[in-house]
């Protein structure tokens, strides 16, 4: 006759498992109970990183270069970035570089690509637009245009230089994505490194710069 599956102590009830009365069968059933709880708690764990997977792979920003030269004689040259991922983009750097060595400015740029001198280039530059770099949020989609020259409104010798200077352009860039994951990329194919934290690049581009 099998054991009750309650057994009256001094402390009071204490439930155990019924057996079978057969010694070898009640630890092929205990051995099985341990392994089929042992594979269902597998299985949620793998469950769990799918799902953290999955929303990571439905919020994955990707940020690459925007670099416009319109064949329209009126239009205007831009460069910047985009967001062409599926989740929001957290831009934490930037960098332009002119002929591979990091520029600081447009100005900066301007002096080097143009042959503007340092008093021309402190000047306003009719033309000539920009707009903060970092620290800012891009949804899917959405285009960040950092610099603008207008070639309406712009002196045409620098529109010939600047139009030159664009092919000789490259981008660095850090972003993260909503649950700060962060990639380091020259924003160009679709190559982007994991890093943990975004470093602090040596020169960044900041458009107002003073140099």
């Known amino acids: 006759m099998s054991e009750p599956p309650v057994h009256m102590g001094p402390e009071g009830p204490h439930a155990h498992p019924r057996k079978t009365g057969q010694a070898r069968l009640d630890l092929i059933l205990a051995i099985s109970a341990v392994f089929i709880s042992g594979v269902s708690l597998y299985v949620a764990i793998e469950h769990g990183k799918t799902e953290r997977d999955l929303v990571a792979a439905n919020s994955w920003p990707f940020l690459h270069q925007t670099l416009s030269d319109p064949v329209d004689p009126d239009g205007d040259m831009t460069f910047g970035y985009m967001n062409a991922g599926v989740g929001p983009a957290k831009v934490k750097s930037f960098e332009v570089l002119y002929d591979g060595a ?110």
């Open 102 to 211: 990091p520029v600081s400015s447009v100005r900066d740029l301007l002096q080097r690509c143009c042959g503007l001198s340092a008093e021309d280039a402190a000047k306003p530059i009719k033309g000539l637009s920009h707009d903060v770099t970092v620290e800012r949020v891009l949804r899917p989609g959405e285009v960040a245009t950092i610099v603008t020259l207008n070639r309406r409104e712009a002196d045409p010798r620098l529109v010939s230089r600047y139009h030159d200077a664009m092919l000789h352009l490259s981008f660095r860039g850090c972003y993260c994505s909503v649950f700060d994951e962060c990639w380091t990329t020259t924003l160009l194919g679709t190559e982007a490194t994991p890093v943990k934290t975004c470093p602090k690049p040596a020169t960044p581009f900041e458009p107002a710069g003073g140099r």
